[in-house]
């Protein structure tokens, strides 16, 4: 079971069973809702923005596997902190290495996140690894610049 | 079940060897292939049906008149023979070949939707159907302005029939032009009291069409015996090839449906300002059909009827009743569905306690069991019953015991790897 252990790493499986920032966003519509077609997995997020003009807090909602669970925590810590662009860079960097479009060396300075290189083995479970990215890229597209 | 005509053979019970006839499986010797509602695996006859017909037969049918191009004919036309034969309709006229099952839905819904619907009227589903049996309705319900209602589902993803009494009672039934449902459900295996529903279908003038396409590789069906005005079915679930599906309807419906794709094959006579349409089944099969995979589909009932129809369906019974044994008895499982084995058929559907269905998935095809998890095009039921997705494992004849007890073992292991 080695192959599948450098999917579902210690890493991924303490995030899932311990979600970082994952709270009742109830209040938030479900038209906000982001899905993934494939599977049925939903998610909501929720980016603020502070008074600096960084990004304060993220949290979400949903249900989803191990992979886009884990996938959500770990962005949402990695996010925190950012501005909005420079969270927008990170977000295309992740979406362009699990696209197999970038070397995963590239998340190589990426701390924890760096385990999720290890989806881009399963090609059928990259849709769950980025189920929260694109809903962050969409939350900060309304972002201004 | 309702019985065709080859119910009856009484040759010795189908044993593993069954297994062998199948080339991808005999050469993966490991693998548990527990994915069938998907899709099936194909018989050596069917390849080699495929493979002569392409290296020895193949040329454009209908319409030239050499030698091959009437080779090509017959081989079209002895297929959807078979097919008539098959399903006992009355005549080959009724037989349209289309791609997929969703594309005979598709047609049913353009077509007869255009015939029938006006603004006001309704559409009946379940709120059990696959996504090919639902979304081309809801559409033609839009186009006419008509409404989509669907039967709710039952704690143990039955249908609620007493729903059809309420529509008497409301005044709705007079409404329904259409009613469509599936025999089976893809993602519980519920079998649905059809003949229960066509008949109620007959009091109130409704047109029925029934979705077959998880329940013709289980047993055969006389559409006659039905009481349904359409059905479909995919090949590929039937031991036949990806690309070839058939639309059995009564001809009284098909004579007056406006054609749905237009284009060659389909015409009778073309002029600048109008055209019409050729005889029956021609109208409905526009351009070069996909005569390979007809002839595959052919073959794979041929292939059905040769092994015997009662063989199979004896050693899927027993197959069925293993594994909801086994499958009920894991802790931590909630295996979905009916609780009767008489109302459920080739369709397991579950989910391990805390662990999502995906990665229970990716755990097993480690073990190489292949099963399908998510919400298996079947979003309106899973809401229905409250559940975002299920693992779903599912049979055909020759799977084994022994891959069945593999299959719980791994649950097992899976459970614990979480």
Redesign the interface.
């Known amino acids: 079971m080695n192959e599948l252990d450098n999917l579902y790493m210690e890493i991924i499986l303490d995030h899932y069973k311990f979600p970082r920032n994952k709270a009742d966003l109830s209040h938030i519509a479900d038209e906000y809702l982001h899905e993934n077609p494939s599977c049925g997995d939903s998610l909501k997020l929720e980016l603020v923005v502070g008074g600096d003009g960084k990004i304060g807090s993220v949290c979400f909602d949903g249900h989803g596997c191990a992979i886009s669970t884990a996938s959500a925590s770990l962005m949402s810590e990695r996010l925190i902190g950012k501005t909005p662009e420079e969270a927008r860079r990170l977000i295309d960097v992740f979406l362009k290495v699990l696209r197999g479009e970038e070397n995963s060396d590239s998340l190589e300075e990426w701390g924890d996140l760096m385990v999720l290189g290890g989806v881009t083995q399963f090609p059928l479970r990259v849709k769950c690894a980025t189920l929260a990215w694109h809903a962050a890229r969409k939350s900060l597209a309304s972002c201004t610049e | 079940m309702i019985s065709g005509v080859f119910s009856v053979d009484s040759k010795a019970e189908l044993g593993e060897e069954i297994r062998e006839e199948f080339p991808l499986l005999a050469n993966n010797s490991e693998l548990a292939y527990l994915d069938n509602a998907a899709t099936s695996q194909k018989p050596e006859s069917v390849l080699s049906a495929m493979n002569r017909y392409y290296r020895e037969e193949n040329a454009n049918v209908h319409r030239s008149l050499y030698k091959l191009a009437e080779i090509s004919t017959l081989a079209l036309e002895n297929s959807r023979a078979v097919v008539r034969q098959y399903l006992n309709a009355a005549s080959s006229q009724e037989i349209i070949f289309t791609k997929s099952s969703t594309e005979g839905l598709n047609l049913c819904a353009w077509s007869l939707g255009e015939l029938l619907l006006s603004p006001g009227d309704i559409v009946l589903v379940s709120a059990l159907e696959h996504h090919s049996n639902f979304v081309p309705w809801q559409q033609a319900a839009n186009r006419a302005d008509a409404k989509l209602v669907a039967i709710p589902v039952n704690e143990d993803a039955t249908l609620n029939i007493d729903f059809l009494e309420t529509l008497e009672k409301d005044g709705r039934a007079e409404k329904i032009r259409i009613l469509a449902v599936a025999h089976i459900s893809n993602a519980f295996g519920t079998i649905h009291p059809i003949r229960a529903i066509s008949a109620w279908c007959r009091k109130h003038d409704i047109t029925m069409v029934l979705d077959a396409a998880q329940s013709l590789p289980h047993f055969p069906i006389d559409v006659q015996a039905t009481g349904a005005d359409f059905l479909v079915f995919s090949g590929h679930k039937t031991y036949g090839p990806m690309g070839a599906g058939v639309l059995w309807g009564h001809e009284k419906w098909l004579e007056k449906m406006p054609p749905w794709q237009t284009g060659g094959e389909m015409i009778s006579t073309v002029r600048l300002e109008k055209s019409t349409w050729n005889e029956l089944p021609y109208k409905f099969e526009a351009g070069t059909p996909n005569v390979a995979a007809v002839v595959g589909l052919a073959a794979a009932l041929n292939w059905m009827i040769a092994t015997g129809l009662s063989r199979l369906e004896t050693r899927e019974l027993k197959l069925g009743e293993h594994a909801y044994e086994k499958l009920v008895s894991v802790k931590g499982l909630k295996l979905y569905g009916p609780v009767d084995l008489n109302q459920r058929r080739g369709v397991f559907s579950f989910n391990l306690e805390g662990i999502?269905?995906?990665?229970v998935a990716?755990?097993l095809d480690?073990a190489q069991i292949a099963i399908r998890?998510?919400?298996h095009c079947a979003?309106p039921a899973?809401r229905h019953l409250g559940i975002?997705?299920t693992a779903r494992a599912s049979l055909a004849v020759y799977n084994t015991i022994h891959e069945v007890d593999r299959l719980v073992d791994a649950i097992v292991g899976a459970r614990e790897?979480?």
């Open positions: 999502h269905s995906h990665d990716q755990y480690k998890s998510g919400h979003q899973m975002q997705s790897y979480f």
